[in-house]
């Protein structure tokens, strides 16, 4: 097998004498690099080499390039939120009625605006990251049988009303949800199970119980955590089961 010529590299020849990687540090050294959007300024990575249009950062900023106002402004122009079917055949830029929609993720609730000529569809989520996040919490739910479901704006909203973890009382740039039954234990996966926690509380916690929990950090010489007085969303039948 032939090998790249640069001294000291032996990866598979690509072209002209090169691996891929001296190939590409040699004729695409502009294939990754930040430029700013043309409509807000934002820094984005451009993918491939020259810039044939002009690039944007998001698809809100797709529709002000293309009407050349915020579509906030005139929502006549965003279509209705309706199921479509993917199609191979990108639709004609004059159906402006149904090229962009506005939505809320499904996960975060954020508002965002997608263009229907690229995704052909009616998106759920604003972004792969949350879909793929709620893919992952239903997946656990599944493995554990757990019933309910819960969304990362419901746990924001809760972490906003005490301020902080729900254990400790710390605010946290990694603040997780916490199942205060544990899915492994018989508890659910719906938001009345719930409760948002700082990293180290949620892996001290583990699958214990907060009695148990309680008992555990007394044994090893720590402080006692406990549920803040301010949560109020969890069920009787959840508190009679934390008591027991």
């Not at 191979?88 to 965002?112: H, K, N």
């Not at 555990?216 to 109020?232: F, H, K, M, Q, S």
Request: glycine share 8%; proline share 5%; charged share 25%.
């Amino acid at each position: 097998m032939k090998t790249c010529t640069i001294d000291g590299c032996d990866l598979p020849l690509r072209a002209r004498g090169l691996c891929a990687r001296h190939w590409n540090a040699t004729y695409r050294k502009d294939q990754h690099r930040e430029v700013p959007c043309t409509v807000c300024g934002k820094m984005v990575v451009k993918n491939g080499p020259g810039l044939k249009r002009r690039v944007v950062c998001s698809d809100r900023c797709r529709y002000f390039l293309t009407f050349g106002h915020d579509i906030a402004e005139h929502r006549e122009l965003v279509g209705p939120v309706v199921r479509r079917k993917p199609s191979r055949q990108s639709a004609p830029v004059s159906d402006a009625i149904l090229r962009f929609v506005a939505g809320f993720c499904e996960w975060c609730s954020t508002s965002y605006v997608f263009d229907l000529r690229i995704t052909g569809t009616v998106a759920r989520y604003c972004s792969v990251g949350c879909a793929r996040r709620s893919h992952q919490m239903r997946r656990r739910g599944r493995e554990h049988s757990a019933s309910g479901i819960y969304t990362w704006s419901e746990v924001i909203r809760i972490y906003l009303a005490i301020g902080g973890c729900a254990y400790c009382g710390e605010r946290t740039d990694d603040m997780q949800p916490d199942h205060v039954i544990p899915l492994s234990r018989g508890g659910s996966n719906s938001i009345t199970n719930i409760v948002p926690s700082c990293g180290p509380c949620n892996a001290d916690k583990r699958d214990l119980y907060l009695h148990e929990w309680y008992a555990d950090r007394e044994r090893r010489g720590l402080a006692p955590r406990i549920l803040d007085p301010r949560i109020n969303h969890l069920t009787d039948a959840y508190l009679l089961a934390l008591t027991a």
